[in-house]
C-alpha cells in the first residue's frame, strides 16, 4: 500500500514538475531578454520562484535578497502533502534526479534549478551537493540555487536600476550577440617627406641643358656651350628657370652661337652695345628680357615668346661679323623653322667668317623650313639628316665650300620625303658626281640653281619640274640632250645651261611642240649645239629679252623674225653675223650673241 502511493505521489510530482520547468524557462527567457536591455526585473513570476511562497526558506533563501516572494516551485513540496513520500523521495535515486548536477538526490529538487536559475549561477558546482538543501522539501533546488553570489545579486537589482557596461570591442554585449573577427587594423607604412626640387638651382638647369648638350662638351672650359650656361645660371637678368623649359632651351641656344661666333666683337648688337642697335626696336643680345627683341630673332606672333626665324641678316650693307662655327643647339630651339646667315660685301669674291660642317643636329629640326648660309665658308659634306627634314622648303648654300657628291644614296631614299622643297641653290661650291634622276620627285621645285660646280651626267632629273620658274646649270660637266618636257612649261622664267656639253638643236618637233610663254631669258652658250635656227623659234618666245647662242656649233643666218620681235628695244653693241646687226628695232632682245 506504502509503495501504491510513493509511486502515485512520484507520478503526480514528475507531471508537475514538467510543467514548472516549462513555465520556467520562459519567465527566464525573458528575463535574459530584459536583461540585456538594460530593463529592471519586475516579473513577479520569477521572483515567486526565486523565494519560494510560505515556506521556510533555508540558509540559502534568506540570503536570496529580502522582500522576496515563493514561487510555485515551492507548492510543488505541499502538494505531495505526505512527509513520507518526501522521505521515499529521498532514499530513492530517481534517474532524473541524476541528471541534474546542480541538485541534491531529491526528484523534488531535480527540476527545480531550471526555474531558479539566473545565466550565471546555474554554473556554480557548489550547490548540488549542500548538505542543508536535503534536509527540507520546500527548500529544494530554487533555495539552493540562490546561494550563488551572481543570482543574489540579481535579485538584488530588482530596487536598483541596472547598470549596463559596454561589452569591449571585439566581445559580444549579450549571448545571442554575433561574435565579431578580431582581424588586426593594417598600420601604414612611415611616409618619408618629399624634398621640393627647386627649378632655379643649377642642377635643375643642367639638367635641361642636357638634354640639348653632351655632358663632356657642356662641361669643356671655355667651350661656347659652357660659357653659355654660365651666363645663364650667373649673369642672365632674366634668371629662366627649369620650369620654363621651352625659353630656356631657346635662350641657351641663342647665347651657344652668340659665344660661338665670337659674338663680343660683332660689328653691331654684341651684347655691349647700345639699344636699340638697328636703328628700330630690336636691343643687342644676351640683353634682359625676351630673346624675341634681340637683334635678328623673331618670334611667332600667335604664341609670345616662341622662336621660329633666326636671321643674322647685313645691316645697311655691312655683315654682321659671325665668325666660328655653327653650334648644334641652334637646330634644337624647339620650333625653329629658319636659320639665315648670310654674307654680303661689295666684293662679289669675298666670303664670311662662319666656317666648318653644318651640324647633323639640323636632321631633328622637325618644324625646319629654310637655311641660308649665302657665301660663308661652312665645309664638309651635306649631313645625311638634312634629308629628313620633311617640311624644309628653302636652301640657299651658294658660295660655300661643301664638297663631296649630292649621294645618290640619300636622294633615292630621302628626297621623296622633302615634298615641299622649292628652292635649292647650291652654285659656286665644290660640288662633284652626277645629280641623281630621284630629284625628279620634287614636283614643287620652282628654283633650282647648281651652277658654277663640277657637276656632271645627264640632266633628266629635270623632267619632273613641272612648275620650275628658273633652272640654273650653268658651268658643269653635264651632257646629252635638253628633255622635251623642258621646253613644255608655262611658268619658266630663265633657262641656263651654258657652259656644259649638252647637244642637240631646235628641230621641227621641238619647236612645234615648244611652249614657253614666260621665258624671258635663253642662255644656251658654250655647249656642243648644232644645226638652224628656224624662223618659227620667234613666235614660240613671245617674251624673250635675252637670248645667248654664242659657242655652239650652229649652222645659217639669224631668221628676220628674231630681229622683228615686237617692242624690241635698240641696243648698242652687239655682235653677230647676219643682218641684224643693222637694224635697231630691237625692242625686247637686249643682247643677241651667236658664235661664228
Known sequence: MKLQQSRLALALFCAFAITSSVFAKDSNDKYLRKQHNGEENNDIFTTRLLQGKGGKGSKSSKSSGKGGKGSKGSKSSKSSKSSKSSKSLKSSKSPKSSKSPKSSKSPKSSKSPKSSKSPKSSKSPKSSKSPKSSKS?????????????????????????????????????????????????????????????????????????????????????????????????????????????????????????????????WNFCSASDASPCDGGDKVPFLSAGSECNWYGIECDINDIGKVVEFKLKPLNGQDIGLKGEISPEVFLIPNIKEVVFEFEDSDKNKRGKLEGPIPDTIGQAEKFQVIDLQNQKVSGDIPDSFYDLSTLREVDLDGTALTGTISEKNLQENFGELPRLKVFSMANSKLIGSVPSSFSKLEKMTQFDVSDNQLDGSIDFVEGFDIISSLDLGNNQFSGSIPDQLWINENLNGLFLQGNQLTGGFTEAIISSMVLPSLVTLN?????????????????????????????????????????????????????????????????????????
Open 137 to 265: 522539501s520546500k527548500s529544494s533546488k530554487s533555495s539552493k540555487s540562490s546561494k550563488s553570489s551572481k543570482s543574489s545579486k540579481s535579485s538584488k537589482s530588482s530596487k536598483s536600476p541596472v547598470i549596463v557596461t559596454p561589452s569591449p570591442i571585439g566581445t559580444p554585449s549579450s549571448p545571442n550577440a554575433a561574435p565579431s573577427s578580431n582581424t588586426a587594423t593594417p598600420t601604414k607604412s612611415p611616409t618619408i617627406p618629399v624634398v621640393p626640387v627647386d627649378p632655379c638651382s643649377e642642377s635643375s638647369i643642367r639638367e635641361v641643358l642636357l638634354t640639348l648638350t653632351d655632358e663632356d662638351v657642356l662641361d669643356k672650359n671655355k667651350s661656347a656651350q659652357n660659357e653659355a650656361a654660365n651666363w645663364l645660371i650667373n649673369v642672365d637678368a632674366e634668371k629662366v628657370c627649369a620650369d620654363s623649359a621651352r625659353q630656356l632651351k631657346q635662350r641657351y641656344a641663342l647665347a651657344a652661337l652668340y659665344y660661338g661666333t665670337d659674338g663680343d666683337n
Open 524 to 596: 644656251l652658250s658654250n655647249n656642243k649645239f648644232s644645226g638652224t635656227i628656224p624662223a618659227s623659234l620667234a613666235a614660240k618666245l613671245p617674251n624673250l629679252k635675252s637670248l645667248f647662242l654664242d659657242g655652239n656649233d650652229f649652222t645659217g643666218s639669224i631668221p628676220q623674225e628674231l630681229c622683228d620681235i615686237p617692242g624690241i628695244e635698240p641696243i648698242k653693241q652687239y655682235q653677230t653675223r647676219s643682218a641684224c646687226d643693222m637694224m635697231f628695232n630691237l625692242r625686247v632682245l637686249y643682247s643677241i650673241a651667236f658664235s661664228h
